[in-house]
């Protein structure tokens, strides 16, 4: 069994939606969660990370971490073509010498 | 140049070829990593530096040779790869590795084609 596990997509809105991407994991040693965005042909940027429950918010991004239920998300409101790319999670715990551990990403398009 | 940069961008190389792919970081940081991004696989982390020693090999073929001279650059040599070994290879920074908080930057890797 996979540490985590990321809703595989492929996801397709339409302009304006609001979009949601998920992970779960199983390691509970986790404590520092983290989303990249990657575009094609391109390496990963951070876009947020986070080292509690709760939720925290970046212009039309969200993060949300529910450790009780070791489940992640990554909210997009008004979503635009140019969100249009691949969404990696995640995380790492110090007993992993701060390697991170990804989930295997979501490809997502957003159509004008 | 800011942030992390890798060099070269795309490369085609015969299994009996020797090559090298560099990397540079102009963040600050002390910890390097190379991963391997695969088609529909995730990241695979190769390897780890952290303040130029070595502190992780993920079990990687010794084909594939890092070398860490500083803490701002970072190789990886390639000897008699196989074609399976074609993907896109990723090179990362951050402050220092085992921190709880290591948040990794990312440069725009190397396409890589193994012939």
């Given at each position: 069994q996979k540490e985590v596990e990321q809703d595989p997509g492929?996801?397709?809105?339409?302009?304006?939606?609001i979009v949601s991407l998920n992970c779960t994991y199983s390691n509970s040693a986790f404590?520092?969660?983290?989303?990249?965005?990657?575009?094609?042909?391109?390496?990963?940027?951070?876009?947020?990370?986070?080292?509690?429950s709760g939720n925290k918010e970046d212009g039309r991004f969200t993060a949300q971490v529910d450790k009780s239920s070791k489940y992640i998300s990554l909210f997009i409101r008004d979503s635009q073509p140019s969100d249009s790319a691949t969404y990696l999670c995640a995380m790492s715990a110090?007993?992993?010498a701060g390697k991170s551990t990804f989930g295997d990403g979501t490809t997502l398009t957003v159509k004008p | 140049e800011t942030g992390v940069t890798?060099?070269?961008r795309h490369l085609v190389m015969g299994m009996t070829n020797k090559k090298s792919l560099k990397c540079e970081q102009h963040l600050g940081h002390n910890a390097m990593y190379w991963y391997k991004q695969s088609a529909k696989k995730p990241l695979e982390l190769m390897f780890v530096y952290n303040f130029k020693e070595q502190t992780e090999?993920?079990?990687?073929p010794s084909r594939f040779s890092p070398e860490c001279p500083n803490s701002s650059h970072l190789f990886l040599h390639l000897h008699t790869l196989q074609p399976e070994d074609s993907a896109l290879?990723?090179?990362?920074?951050?402050?220092?590795a085992g921190g709880l908080t290591d948040t990794q930057y990312f440069g725009p890797?190397?396409?890589?084609?193994?012939?």
């Open positions: 492929p996801l397709s809105v339409p302009e304006g939606a404590q520092y969660f983290m989303w990249y965005r990657q575009y094609s042909r391109k390496g990963p940027e951070l876009l947020m990370y986070t080292y509690s110090k007993t992993n | 890798q060099t070269p090999n993920n079990s990687v290879y990723l090179c990362a920074s951050s402050q220092v890797g190397t396409r890589l084609t193994v012939l």
